[in-house]
């Protein structure tokens, strides 16, 4: 089980940061992902990280502004999202995918809820 927080409203330019923390026991065998998806639009690859912490990879949209990164002791992914725009509006969320990391959806084996992220102009 993946679980959210720290969604939420902020303006142009704000700053905010997604955790995800997970239940599983093996989370340091697993690649961790963020995605996001916005109403009538498919999902988007945001950011990866490898199971070792050591590789990422990010979307040109958000490279630059946004940080993933990972804690295998806690159990917990972290995405940092700065100077955040009005496109960035979306549902965020944390995936996790057995050993190799890959910005396809459809390859990740567990979801979090979602968590809603809203950047006003």
């Known amino acids: 089980e993946l679980v959210e927080s720290g969604g939420g409203s902020v303006q142009a330019g704000e700053s905010l940061r997604l955790s995800c923390a997970a239940s599983e026991r093996t989370f340091s065998s697993y690649a961790a992902a963020w995605f996001r998806q916005t109403p009538g639009k498919e999902r988007e690859f945001v950011a990866v990280i490898s199971w070792t912490g050591d590789k990422t990879d990010y979307a040109d949209s958000v490279k630059g502004r946004f940080m993933i990164s990972r804690d295998n002791v806690k159990n917990t992914m972290t995405l940092v999202m700065n100077n955040l725009e009005p496109e960035d509006t979306a549902n965020y969320f944390c995936?996790?995918?057995?050993?190799?990391?890959?910005?396809?959806?459809?390859?990740?084996?567990?979801w979090s809820q979602g968590t809603q992220v809203t950047v006003s102009s």
């Open positions: 995936a996790l995918k057995y050993y190799k990391e890959s910005r396809y959806d459809h390859d990740y084996d567990y």
